[in-house]
């Protein structure tokens, strides 16, 4: 029987997550991905993620303290970003650079060093390439800032509010990993052949660039500005569902219940009332809960983690062309982790084909 997309195959043990999509569950390592995003920092979670365990004062400082010296750009990669086409998109700009940090100190098995520079990394990329394209001077990382409250500065320029830094970190931590999507499956694959990490990161995010797996929540953002402008989020819906329209936002092909990412990002978003885009999220989502179980009864449709990534992303005044490249600034943690797993007991991945063309005549 062949298993279109290797649907439903397991291919790997994993201590690293649970997707249970049935029960509305994430988990990493034994915790709630919930409760992470709320109680911790991105470092730590990170750390944790790549660790087992979480670190105590002393670790932490000098595991943040490593992410913070990482941030910076080589001389070589400032070149390659001023010189790579102005039309290249940024997932190929991020791919490119990575790529290139393939040295002879990138061997395998990969190491939390070799870790800590992309991670430490992305977020410069992302933003330095972003302000060249809008002929807008660098901004120089900012050592006194955390890791996600830097990428803001660095694109922005100014210190970020704290209720955006704190809702982007608890965004960068949902989304740090789940599972053996297609990105992380890429990344597992070209680690097992002993190949180095900075080859399977760049695959990783060739995978992620793909608008089936990495797509920005764009639509998410035409369905609350649409909503903006008639003033009712009532009559938008509900003329949405009655042509039979997606709503953006809702429902997902893992998760049977509300999106666990979803939920916490709610919790967290809720605490920030007075920031009128996440004021809206919130209605615009109990409406269209209220108007899906009226006319998509028993289809079991709530929100995803792309309708708060979408608030939260707007909210902070993110570019739309942005959504995918920050979605990888946070996911490049999980595939880490998974490449290390993999690292561990590693035996080549390497699925069978069925042949289904025709046999020369003998």
């Not at 599972?179 to 070209?190: C, E, K, P, Q, Y």
């Not at 615009?284 to 939260?312: D, H, M, Q, S, T």
Request: aromatic residues 8%; negative net charge.
């Amino acid at each position: 029987m062949v298993h279109a997309g290797l649907k439903g195959i397991i291919a790997a043990e994993s201590e690293i997550s649970l997707v249970d999509g049935e029960k509305g569950q994430l988990v990493y390592r034994g915790e709630w991905a919930a409760t992470l995003a709320k109680e911790k920092s991105f470092e730590e979670v990170v750390y944790f993620l790549w660790n087992r365990t979480f670190p105590d004062k002393k670790l932490l400082e000098k595991f943040s303290t490593s992410l913070t010296e990482a941030r910076f750009l080589k001389s070589y990669q400032k070149e390659i970003l001023d010189q790579l086409p102005r039309n290249m998109d940024m997932m190929s700009v991020i791919r490119t650079v990575i790529s290139s940090m393939g040295d002879k100190e990138t061997t395998f098995p990969s190491t939390q060093q070799q870790g800590i520079r992309i991670v430490g990394l992305v977020p410069t990329i992302i933003a330095y390439r972003y302000r060249l394209l809008n002929d807008d001077s660098f901004v120089e990382p900012d050592a006194s800032l955390s890791h996600v409250a830097n990428f803001l500065y660095m694109l922005k320029g100014i210190v970020p509010e704290e209720n955006h830094v704190r809702a982007l970190s608890a965004y960068f931590i949902l989304t740090m990993e789940h599972g053996l999507n297609a990105s992380t499956f890429a990344a597992r694959v070209i680690a097992s052949t002993e190949s180095d990490l900075v080859s399977a990161i760049t695959g990783a995010i060739g995978a992620m660039k793909g608008p089936l797996h990495g797509g920005a929540p764009t639509g998410v953002i035409d369905l609350l500005d649409e909503i903006k402008r008639e003033g009712s989020a009532d009559r938008v819906l509900r003329r949405k569902l009655e042509n039979k329209e997606k709503l953006m936002g809702f429902g997902h092909r893992i998760y049977k219940t509300r999106d666990p990412r979803a939920s916490a990002l709610s919790d967290i978003t809720s605490e920030f009332y007075d920031d009128e885009e996440f004021k809206l999220a919130h209605e615009v989502e109990n409406k269209a809960v209220e108007l899906l179980k009226e006319l998509k009864p028993g289809r079991n449709l709530y929100a995803n983690v792309e309708y708060y990534a979408a608030a939260i992303l707007r909210s902070i005044e993110l570019p739309t062309e942005l959504f995918t490249p920050a979605f990888t600034a946070a996911r490049c943690a999980g595939w880490i982790a998974h490449v290390f797993e993999q690292n561990e007991n590693n035996r080549i991945i390497r699925p069978s084909s069925t042949y289904i063309g025709d046999i020369p005549a003998e």
